[in-house]
């Protein structure tokens, strides 16, 4: 995976663009998964909260069609190890 930029811009359910600070990029079970925290305050998050997002390869008919697409990880023992295997990785 290329380096991760300093704000990625995503878009929610209302159509908004939200910015999230990328914390790292973990491999598990055969896939990449981010860990993202938002740049500026969401409704119903904390101050300093961070999120998991899975990353999938497209490959569509021409380059605006292809690229990395980025899934909110919900499964909460995906998210316990993504989030685990990153505070491993920081204690090594």
């Not at 380096?3 to 929610?12: A, F, G, S, V």
């Not at 055969?30 to 860990?35: A, G, H, R, W």
């Not at 497209?58 to 990153?86: C, P, R």
């Amino acid at each position: 995976m290329p380096d991760l930029p300093e704000i990625i811009l995503l878009t929610n359910d209302r159509g908004e663009r939200v910015g999230f600070e990328p914390v790292a990029s973990v491999p598990w079970n055969d896939q990449t998964y981010l860990i993202l925290r938002p740049v500026t305050p969401m409704e119903g998050a904390d101050e300093g909260d961070a999120f998991v997002f899975s990353v999938s390869q497209v490959d569509g008919d021409g380059d605006e069609d292809s690229g990395s697409f980025l899934s909110m990880v919900t499964d909460d023992a995906t998210i316990d190890a993504v989030f685990d295997l990153y505070e491993k990785g920081l204690s090594s």
